[in-house]
T-cell receptor, first 115, second 113 residues
């Protein structure tokens, strides 16, 4: 069965600090997809990144970077030089290529960036 | 492009009432889903559809019905509202299914009293 664990319920940092949000997943499939979404205080959900299981290259987009490690079943998200606008709930999600077209979300990590 | 449009944004129901949450997308996406978001539980899949005329159950389907008569619309029906259905509901669509990022609607906050 697929499962996503975001053990950090809430993190607080001071502006300009770096912060890493952890995501650990479980799946029996060899082909799967991992995602990160951002939910700012306004409530909408915004897609940030998608990674497939065959691509373990780290990705950097501005102040955001993602570290995918199959050996530890982790897909961690780092924000460098955090800003107040980064304050949000961040969700990690997993979908398996086989069968059921289901997309499973973690419980989210609330990030508070203090000025 | 409006993206994914959900109506209403807020709704209060009495126990036992029924209602339909509307969801429409204008991106010609085949895949659409309904999620509910509850504190500490993330987003849980209620129902999903891989195309017009095709729907299936997610993790928490009880008490909800869906239909997909067109590519654009995917309404969610609450048959007999219960307080346990108090939640924020999100509709989402995707170009090609569960292996692509979803575009989400702005959500419907439902309270059942």
């Amino acid at each position: 069965a697929q499962k996503v664990t975001q053990a950090q319920t809430e993190i607080s940092v001071v502006e300009k600090e770096d912060v890493t949000l952890d995501c650990v997943y479980e799946t029996r499939d060899t082909t799967y997809y991992l995602f990160w979404y951002k939910q700012p205080p306004s409530g909408e959900l915004v897609f940030l990144i998608r990674r497939n299981s065959f691509d373990e290259q780290n990705e950097i987009s501005g102040r955001y970077s993602w570290n995918f490690q199959k050996s530890t079943s982790s897909f961690n998200f780092t924000i460098t030089a955090s800003q107040v606008v980064d304050s949000a709930v961040y969700f990690c999600a997993l979908s398996e290529a086989s069968g059921t077209y289901k997309y499973i979300f973690g419980t989210g990590t609330r990030l508070k960036v203090l000025a | 492009n409006a993206g994914v449009t959900q109506t209403p944004k807020f709704q209060v129901l009495k126990t036992g009432q029924s209602m339909t949450l509307q969801c429409a997308q204008d991106m010609n996406h085949e895949y659409m889903s309904w999620y509910r978001q509850d504190p500490g539980m993330g987003l849980r899949l209620i129902h999903y559809s891989v195309g017009a005329g095709i729907t299936d159950q997610g993790e928490v389907p009880n008490g909800y019905n869906v239909s997909r008569s067109t590519t654009e619309d995917f309404p969610l029906r609450l048959l007999s509202a219960a307080p346990s259905q108090t939640s924020v509901y999100f509709c989402a669509s995707s170009y090609s299914g569960h292996n692509y990022g979803y575009t989400f609607g702005s959500g419907t906050r439902l309270t059942v009293v």
